[in-house]
């Protein structure tokens, strides 16, 4: 590897609005200074000029990451199936868990790939962890019956819509999103959660009018005629460039073991672009080591539509709409701004903002 100077501030000029600082860019010493004194003055640790990899605590040590088969993921499950990781001398275990962000913000794992929708409320009420490496657009669509006359979120107005992960959670903060978008009153939305398995039947019964749901859950029912989708994160025009799934890291983790955290974090990058290149490849990949699941063709279309080569000043753009959208709708403390919330929240990694010296 190529031997790189970590300048003390760099992690924290990463941070900042402006453009964050890339391998072989010099940083500038004013701002750099006072995002330093910035820290200092909360308290946060600094990482010292003549910090290697070596001293940072987790080396030599297992990365835990949490995992499953969502194609969501597909970026740092390739990495593995690659030998990214191990490549770059790190020991990486997957961990299968149902509470992700209990567990990634209780330091159960150091990192985890999710949505933005779902993971940033219980950051800003306390979980342990900070957002920072793009992975890809799309993932969620408003869907209704096929043969309805539903064409717009209007039309659903003083009807049942379903969400599948339950109120509060990624699919409720999504369809918050599209109504407040269209300018549509949540409050005439009767919001319904609904088990996945049952969705289509609901939906055929009357019971629901609409559902919100993944794009992959809804590709084999999308496929047979059934449903279609009204509204989308993945297709829309004022959603489809936005980063849906973004890798968090512990907080703790990152800030005691930054290139560490970098290094991860370029190898879900890499994982992310192989997927960008070759789908139908790496979708055989994945499902020969059993983490894809479904009809190989629809899910290799699947991957072509979401858009794998998002880069972290797509993330920045996307978490700071969140924030405003998530303030508007009451999802968080509106009395802070959305800069302030950006600076604790958003640490970028694995596009060369933290450089990595041995």
Known sequence: MKNKKLLAALLIASISLTACVKNGEDAQTETNTDSSQEQASQGESLVDKEHSIKDEP???????????????IAGQNIAEIEGYYKEKGLDVEFVNIKQGKDALG????????????????????????????????????????DESSYKETKDLENEAV????????????????FL?????????????????????????????????????????????????????????????????????????????????????????????????????????KLQDNNLAAGDPEVATELLKTYDYSLDNEAGLETIRAYFDDYKKLGLIDDSKSTDDYIKEYWRPLGNGEVEVVE
């Open 58 to 72: 987790r080396y030599g040590s297992k990365i835990r990451i949490g995992f499953d088969g969502d194609l969501c």
């Open 162 to 177: 379903a969400v599948t992960n339950g109120i509060g959670n990624s699919g409720h903060n999504t369809l918050l999103r």
């Open 106 to 145: 209780t330091g159960q794992i150091d990192a985890m790939t999710g949505e933005f929708g779902g993971l940033l409320v219980p950051a800003t009420k306390g979980l342990n962890y900070v957002f920072s490496t793009s992975n890809h657009s799309g993932c969620k669509s408003l869907y209704v019956l």
């Open 180 to 284: 407040s978008q269209d300018g549509i009153d949540s409050n005439k939305i009767n919001v319904k959660p609904v088990d996945a398995s049952a969705v289509i039947q609901s939906l055929e019964s009357g019971e629901i009018k609409g559902a919100v749901l993944d794009d992959q859950f809804a590709q084999e029912f999308l496929q047979a005629g059934k449903i279609r989708p009204i509204r989308s994160l993945t297709t829309d025009e004022d959603f489809k460039n936005e980063v849906c799934c973004v890798t968090a890291f512990n907080r703790d983790f990152v800030d005691q073991n930054p290139m560490i955290a970098e290094l991860v974090a370029e190898q879900i990058v890499r994982g992310s672009h192989y997927v960008a290149d070759n789908p139908e490849e790496a979708l055989k």
